[in-house]
């Protein structure tokens, strides 16, 4: 099992390349959950890379050529399906998800420098995103995520902001209750904090 220090350290490494290219990106999924939720193990990291269309492969071959993929097919599957699955020399496997889509675009623009330890610093996407991507997942796990970001920034969080961004995006996935499953959360987060 990997220790979450030795994640941290591999998104690290990863992050240093992406700066090193001049790429915009930032950390979404398990990583940032560590600095806005309630922290749990996580056993790989998942970056936004803002890749635009029509030119992820100067980004995927770059990558690839740094990094060892997960695949055999890990440059078609990328072009294909929009993620890269690489892995750094350690073993920790990082998916790198090739943005382009506005929310995208915004996401990583709303990204801050988070430091986890003395002199060592990731760039996560905001609690407001992380919450909106999970919302978008939709998985269980991904619900008690978002519990625990709303539970831990409690009053920080714009959640005008959330509903503004997510609303469009469950509509193109065609599951716009999950806006009511969100409200539901957001209430009982609220009840159980006030009592």
């Known amino acids: 099992m990997i220790q979450l220090h030795a994640v941290l350290q591999a998104a690290e490494e990863v992050q240093a390349f992406c700066l090193e290219q001049g790429w915009r990106f930032c950390f979404i999924g398990g990583v940032a959950l560590q600095r806005w939720g309630e922290p749990r ?50 073993g920790v496997a990082i998916d790198v998800a090739f943005g382009a889509v506005p929310f995208e675009e915004r996401s990583v623009q709303r990204a801050s420098a988070w430091h986890w330890a003395t002199d060592h610093m990731l760039t996560t996407c905001s609690a407001e995103d992380l919450i909106i991507h999970k919302v978008f997942a939709g998985r269980d796990k991904d619900w008690g995520d978002v519990e625990s970001v709303l539970i831990r920034q409690r009053v920080k969080l714009n959640l005008r902001l959330v509903h503004q961004e997510v609303k469009p995006l469950l509509e193109l996935k065609g599951q716009p209750e999950a806006v009511t499953k969100l409200d539901a959360l957001i209430a009982k987060v609220n009840r159980r904090l006030c009592a």
Do not use: K, N, W
């Open 41 to 90: 193990l996580t056993q790989d990291a998942d970056l936004t890379l803002l890749t635009g269309f029509g030119r992820e492969e100067s980004f995927a071959d770059p990558l690839l050529a740094r990094f060892a993929s997960r695949r055999t097919d890990a440059r078609e599957f990328a072009l294909r399906h929009r993620v890269l699955l690489i892995q750094t020399g350690t």
